[in-house]
């Protein structure tokens, strides 16, 4: 057995924080290896890092997530005993229920809502002085959410609800305020969830069969009962959140057209995939998760190291997107990287890596792409504004990161609206 490289330190969950983003990948060129062990929250973790590491991560004979995430995330992030956390028979049956909600007519449904939206905002913005992208963008996806899942979202409440979504993602690398915003957050959203779940189940509230709300409130665990309201309400919350949380990569889309308006024209002249390469690349390049954490399951070795059952083990997101062992040239945004991607399950690892349907792949992986695709189409193309003078760096510290100003854009005009959308 070889050594794997250790950091003789008590404890770097400090240093975690202050480096944010580039924790491991420092190490791993630090230490030259894909692997090595630091602590973290005063434990031994194991850190991998790259294409080879990830297929090893989402091996469920290897490991599992009992006990990998810890209580302060999923307080404010994806809420207690949620699908994340699950393992086993018990995994693989709530995600059966996850995957079937995301059916191309999901997708198309999605794409149609995302349209209407994105008109209805274009003529809303130009009326407005200036318009804060990323904040407007939340609000937007908030009724995509809702629209799409079936939850009813009162007018007067849209920006708060979109507000406490985000305020849970916000929450994932925070201690204080940051955190306990999260925390409120939560309780606010699972308070307004639960009721919804309730009024479904008694027939107070009449929502089509098969939407998410329906599929969500009347699911079976693999134990055959129906989940607690309370469970429910975390799991539909589990769709609500990261649609509105699209709002990172749709502002951070905007960024990359605004730094490359060769790309702009690209998209809005309709060349042939480009849209989605260019998505693809904002998925890689802008930051967004820094790790996953699993538990070692049952005794093993690889690499001539042994994992003893029980340690934590994360796997680098940020840095294996930022290889330039998988991706040549990785902090120079490059959409035609695209063009001759293998399509690896285990290189572009933004949303997980593996299987959507047996792993904990990202639910919403395709959502988000379609979501994507037809919002940077309709910044590129169906509006024209003027990004004025304003503070677009992002911190790559911070976790989540954002640019700084929240992208400001101004002197908005639609432009050719497409007319097949149902404006109403
Ligand atoms: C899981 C990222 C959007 C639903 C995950 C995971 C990541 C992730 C890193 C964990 C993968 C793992 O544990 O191995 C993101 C990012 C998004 C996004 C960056 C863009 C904003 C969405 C959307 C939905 C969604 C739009 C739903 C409509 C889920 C669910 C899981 C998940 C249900 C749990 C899957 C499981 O444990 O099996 N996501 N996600 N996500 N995501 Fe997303």
Request: hydrophobic share 40%.
């Amino acid at each position: 057995m070889t050594t794997i490289p250790q950091e003789k330190v008590l404890d770097n969950s400090i240093r975690l924080l202050l480096e944010g983003f580039p924790f491991i990948q420092n190490r791993v060129e630090r230490f030259n290896s894909n692997i090595f062990k630091t602590r973290i929250l005063f434990q031994n973790v194991i850190c991998l890092h790259g294409e080879e590491a990830a297929k090893i991560f989402y091996d469920p004979d290897k490991f599992m997530r009992l006990g990998a995430i810890p209580n302060r995330i999923q307080n404010t992030l994806m809420g207690k005993d949620a699908i994340q956390t699950l393992d086993g028979a018990a995994h693989l049956h709530r995600k059966a229920m996850f995957m079937s909600l995301m059916t191309p007519d999901s997708l198309h449904q999605i794409n149609r809502l995302m349209s209407q939206q994105w008109q209805r905002y274009i003529k809303k913005w130009e009326q407005m002085e200036q318009v804060v992208l990323f904040e407007e963008v939340q609000d937007l996806l908030c009724r995509v959410a809702c629209a799409w899942t079936g939850v009813p979202l009162k007018e007067k409440e849209v920006r708060k609800r979109a507000q406490d979504f985000t305020a849970m993602v916000d929450a994932f690398g925070a201690v204080g305020p940051r955190h306990m915003r999260g925390r409120k957050a939560r309780k606010r959203a699972e308070k307004w969830i639960e009721k919804v779940i309730q009024q479904i189940r008694k027939g107070d509230l009449e929502v089509p069969d098969g939407s998410p709300a329906h599929v969500m409130a009347f699911h079976r665990d693999h134990d055959d009962n129906l989940l607690d309201k309370h469970m429910a309400a975390v799991e539909l919350i589990n769709l609500l959140r990261p649609i509105v949380a699209i709002a990172t990569y749709i502002t951070f889309g905007a960024l990359a057209m605004h730094d490359h308006p060769v790309a702009q024209r690209k998209i809005a002249d309709d060349e042939e995939n480009y849209v989605e390469w260019f998505v693809q690349e904002v998925r890689r390049f802008y930051p967004f998760g820094p790790f996953l954490g699993n538990r070692v399951k049952n005794d093993f070795s690889w690499g001539g190291h042994d994992f003893k059952k029980g340690t934590l083990v994360f796997l680098d997101i940020y840095g294996t997107l930022h290889d330039p062992n998988i991706w040549e040239h990785p902090h120079e945004f490059y959409p035609y990287r695209f063009k001759h991607w293998k399509g690896s399950p285990f290189d572009l690892i933004p949303q997980g890596g593996g299987d959507h349907f047996s792993g904990h792949r990202c639910a919403g992986e395709w959502v988000t792409i379609e979501a994507m695709k037809v919002s940077m189409v309709y910044l590129a193309k169906h509006m024209t504004y003027e990004v004025p003078q304003q503070d677009l760096s992002y911190s790559l510290v911070r976790m989540p990161t954002r640019p700084k100003s929240n992208f400001i854009i101004t002197n908005v005009k639609a432009n050719e609206l497409p007319t097949q959308v149902d404006r109403t």
